[in-house]
């Protein structure tokens, strides 16, 4: 178990699945899911999190340093794993926050087991096929491609150079590339969506915030419209000249916002 | 498939070698498949073909990618209990291992030398481990062999060859090489060797590089016989093809080149002597 100043990064055991998980801060528990490019480590918005929440990052199955269970073929399977890690954890009811890919799996949990949540943040989330727009291709091209996708203007990045730009070591371009097979076998086909996502989501009036970058290039802010639509009790927040990863681009409007919402529940 | 090859086999009179091919990535994109899943559905593929093959009809198969509740072929092979598979590869341990462990034949395409032996001995061995001795028909390895009147003629149209140099397919390159279909240990090994003007990673050898090592042979009928002949006797493979013509080259100018191939280059090849078993 590695142990810093601000979390822990340990591997634990959960449904037979040798899990890495991040963990830092003190309070209700508020369970964090990456998306499709991996674990991007303890960001600031971990750390800011952490003030107010005992905040858990794990890496999903299949990622990281977590080890890649056969079973786990599809996001569905994915969310079966997290009800099993949310219970075993006992963090039931948990706030759930999901970006991107991870967006997805959170809803997906939503829909899965209600009852496990106390609130549900989806950030510019996949899982929805959007009706304007479409999801832009990561699977069949360059994780450069992928990064100029990411932001609206990366200047406004704080630390952009240290945070998203670095080099990559050999080991972490291996972790980078296991990645994304995983992220082939979650997300292939449908392509980054399940078409009966809406029909699973109606109904489930956990309290719901869904931040998007309105310049998102990634997934379409008219998916973060569809998501407002199939929730019963959701809030949609959109942020200008904001690209796909609002944590990062701005975090000041983004940790006021939903700093706010998790105040409440 | 299953059926498709049967009927040849029968019209053939038993004579079909069916070649089973994994495919490359391109493939599986254009049939709206996850490339990561290459490898498995091939192999779950193969028990499946297999099985139409050898086992009567009708039966139930629910694999992890093949979910069919009735399958009744209705024509079986000639050949029992089914025709010789050939599996071709190009230097991916896991696929070298595979065709051992299955007793079919592998067909090496043409990899550099060095890298050939390599995988010749990994078969071996996992034959070994596998319990099962090969022989030479279980070894073979395709070349690129270009013959015309003059060696100068022959390296002129010879550089069609590297026509895929620029690009391996259309499209962009990243179609080739997908996360997951290859595994992550076998890219660093291609990224770690020269390449053979095929794909897309690794350093790129020359036309002229590749004709020194023989990965390339070109030439009169007496150079290619004497550079055939030094192939054959250090690789040892029990069967030997070659791929006499490549790209866009015109029909009367393949026509010589093949003649020379496929009649007075088998005659002369005959005389030498193999040990395929031989590491």
């Given amino acids: 178990m590695a142990v810093t100043r601000d979390y822990t990064d340990e591997l634990i055991e959960v449904a037979g699945t040798r899990t890495q998980v991040l963990k830092g801060g003190s309070g209700a528990p508020l369970l964090l899911l990456h998306g499709a490019g991996g674990n991007p480590g303890w960001m600031p918005y971990h750390q800011a999190f952490a003030q107010q929440y005992t905040v858990y990052a794990p890496s999903h199955p299949g990622y990281g340093s977590s080890s890649r269970p056969d079973w786990i073929r599809s996001m569905a399977d994915m969310a079966h794993f997290y009800r099993q890690f949310i219970a075993q954890l006992g963090l039931a009811p948990v706030h759930l926050m999901g970006f991107s ?6 809803a997906e949990l939503a829909a899965m087991c209600p009852p496990y949540l106390r609130s549900l943040t989806l950030v510019d989330a996949a899982g929805l096929k959007p009706e304007v727009g479409e999801i832009a291709e990561l699977l069949m091209v360059s994780p450069d491609v992928t990064k100029k996708l990411r932001f609206y203007d990366p200047a406004q990045v704080p630390d952009y150079e240290t945070l998203v730009n670095r080099q990559l070591t050999p ?7 296991r990645n994304r097979e995983m992220t082939s076998r979650l ?3 449908p392509y980054f969506h399940n078409p009966h996502l809406p029909a699973y989501l109606h109904g489930v009036k956990t309290p719901a915030l869904i931040v998007w970058g309105k310049q998102d290039a990634i997934i379409p802010v008219n998916c973060g419209e569809l998501y407002q639509q199939a929730l019963a009790n959701a809030t949609l927040h959109v942020i200008d000249r904001c690209g796909h990863s609002p944590a990062l681009e701005k ?4 940790l006021t916002v939903v700093g706010a919402f998790l105040a409440k529940q | ?3 498709e090859i049967a009927m040849l086999d029968c019209f053939s009179g038993g004579r079909i070698i069916s070649g089973f091919v994994r495919g490359t990535a391109v493939e599986s994109l254009h049939g709206g498949l996850d490339p990561s899943e290459n490898f498995e559905r091939f192999q779950e593929a193969h028990d499946l073909i297999i099985k139409c093959w050898t086992t009567p009809g009708p039966f139930r198969y629910e694999g992890k990618y093949y979910h069919y509740r009735a399958v009744n072929p209705w024509v079986l092979p000639v050949q029992k209990p089914y025709p010789d598979i050939w599996f071709p590869g190009t230097g991916s341990p896991e696929s070298v291992v595979w065709a051992a462990q299955h007793q079919h034949p592998y067909m090496n395409l043409g990899a ?3 890298v050939t032996e390599h995988w010749k001995g990994v078969y071996i061995d996992t034959a070994t481990q596998a319990g099962f001795a090969p022989g030479p028909e279980h070894f073979g390895y395709l070349l690129r062999a270009l013959v015309a009147d003059t060696d100068e ?6 550089r069609l060859f590297m026509w895929t140099e620029a690009h391996r397919a259309r499209g962009p390159h990243e179609h080739n090489d997908p996360p997951g279909d290859q595994s992550r240990e076998v890219l660093k090994v291609k990224i770690s060797r020269p390449t053979i003007g095929t794909g897309t990673v690794g350093r790129k050898m020359s036309y002229d590089e590749l004709r020194a090592v023989n990965n390339i042979i070109v030439g009169s009928p007496d150079t290619v016989i ?3 002949t030094e192939i054959i006797e250090h690789l040892n493979p029990g069967i030997c093809t070659s791929m006499a013509m490549k790209g866009r080259c015109p029909i009367r100018t393949s026509c010589g080149p093949l003649s020379y191939s496929g009649e007075k280059l088998s005659q002369r090849c005959t005389r030498s002597s193999c040990n395929p078993t031989r590491k």
Avoid: N, R, S
């Avoid at chain 1, 080991?171 to 590339?177: A, G, H």
């Avoid at chain 2, 003629?153 to 010879?158: D, H, M, P, S, V």
């Fill in chain 2, 1 to 3: 498939m299953a059926e």
């Fill in chain 1, 171 to 177: 080991k972490e371009q291996d972790v980078q590339w």
């Fill in chain 2, 153 to 158: 003629k022959a390296i002129e149209l010879g």
């Fill in chain 1, 187 to 189: 997300c292939w086909k």
């Fill in chain 2, 112 to 114: 550099l030398v060095d």
């Fill in chain 1, 251 to 254: 975090p000041q409007e983004f």
């Fill in chain 2, 226 to 228: 004497k550079k055939l």
């Fill in chain 1, 101 to 106: 890919m991870g967006g997805w799996l959170a």
